[in-house]
């Protein structure tokens, strides 16, 4: 099992930044690809951004590219999503993921953190 832990969501105004962070617990073998998920109210789940094991390989959604930067560093079993620039369309929980897969789909990952929530003002 792998227990993942998100911080750093609150509220922000538009064209601001912010950071968040992911902390996994347990079994590593759980944490080889790891991503970021967002959820508006009434609204599905949405990829954000994923990143591999080595950090070779990134991947974003249209939406972010250019503004976000995934990072991890596994000797602190930590992820980080850099948010910059940031919209009032930003405006969602934000979710941890983990897997054994770095993909931009929701079946790829088997963990998932309890999300914390990013509000960008107008």
């Known amino acids: 099992q792998v227990q993942l832990v998100e911080s750093g969501g609150g509220l922000v105004q538009a064209g601001g930044s912010l950071r968040l962070s992911c902390t996994a617990s347990g079994r590593t073998d759980g944490t080889y690809g790891m991503a970021w998920f967002r959820q508006a109210p009434g609204k599905g789940r949405e990829f954000v951004a994923t990143?591999?094991?080595?950090?070779?390989?990134?991947f974003y959604a249209d939406s972010v590219k250019g503004r976000f930067i995934i990072s991890r560093d596994n000797a602190k079993n930590a992820m980080y999503l850099q948010m910059n620039s940031l919209k009032p369309d930003d405006t969602e929980i934000y979710y941890c993921?983990?897997?054994?897969?770095?993909?931009?789909?929701?079946?790829?990952?088997?963990?998932w953190g309890q999300g914390t929530q990013v509000t960008v003002s107008s």
């Open positions: 993921a983990s897997g054994r897969l770095s993909a931009p789909t929701m079946s790829a990952y088997d963990y």
């Open positions: 990143i591999s094991w080595s950090s070779s390989y990134t």
